[in-house]
């Protein structure tokens, strides 16, 4: 069975901390990874990896993509208080329709 | 940008009603939109695959006599919740991709539904 796993759950850090969420998979026929922002409505995205050891940036955000050993981080640094949101991993399968397999989520609160 | 427009944002109906929820693709051809749904402080469950022209493909353990999906255009998919229930509130989301797999899915605004 496909599936996709984050950690941690939550984390509540203080503003200027940095933290690194962590996104590992085991699917066939894996396509894509992306990462999403989401807060009161539906997700934001933030980034979309398809290749091994390739970071992707932007500005306080970044992430990269082990398929070696199927996992993927979301860093973020100097955080700010709009940065409290829970973030989503996704898995695009190859087969068939271009369905996502979502991750449990990271909530992460950043306190002032 | 491709964009995705989810109506209505919230409903709040009486238990026994049914729900209609719209979800278009306002620049771009989708002939597949995929409805989520979402329970507090968990993530998106995937719950059919609504294809065009087609019947929508269910997840497991989703009811498609409870949730029903239609898709008759390029650009429109309806999920209609039947005698919802207050078990069925949730938030649901749709989300098309554009045809390109290098392009990520773009997400509706979703829908909150609240049964009394």
């Known amino acids: 069975e496909d599936k996709v796993v984050q950690s941690p759950l939550s984390l509540v850090v203080h503003e200027g901390d940095t933290v690194t969420l962590n996104c590992s998979y085991e699917?066939?026929?894996?396509?894509?990874l992306l990462w999403y922002k989401q807060e009161k409505k539906a997700p934001t995205f933030l980034f979309m990896l398809?290749?091994?050891?390739i970071e992707k940036k932007s500005g306080r955000l970044s992430s990269i993509l082990d398929k070696k050993e199927l996992f993927s981080i979301l860093n973020i640094t100097a955080t700010q208080t709009g940065d409290s949101a829970v973030y989503l991993c996704?898995?695009?399968?190859?087969?068939?329709?271009?369905?996502?397999?979502f991750g449990t989520g990271t909530r992460l609160k950043v306190l002032a | 940008g491709a964009v995705v427009s989810q109506h209505p944002s919230w409903v709040i109906c009486k238990s026994g009603t049914s729900v209609k929820i719209e979800c278009r693709s306002l620049d771009f051809q989708a002939t597949t939109m995929f409805w989520y749904r979402q329970f507090p402080k968990q993530s998106l469950m995937l719950m059919a695959t609504s294809n065009e022209g087609s019947k929508a493909t269910y997840e497991q353990g989703v009811e498609k006599d409870k949730f029903l999906i239609n898709h008759a255009s390029l650009t429109l998919s309806t999920l209609t919740v039947t005698s919802a229930h207050p078990e069925d509130s949730s938030f649901y989301i749709c989300?098309?991709?554009?045809?390109?797999?290098?392009?990520?899915?773009?997400f509706g605004d979703g829908t909150r539904l609240s049964i009394l």
């Open positions: 398809t290749s091994s050891g």
């Open positions: 699917v066939t026929n894996f396509r894509s």
């Open positions: 989300s098309a991709p554009t045809g390109n797999s290098n392009q990520p899915q773009h």
């Open positions: 996704a898995v695009s399968l190859t087969s068939g329709t271009y369905k996502y397999i």
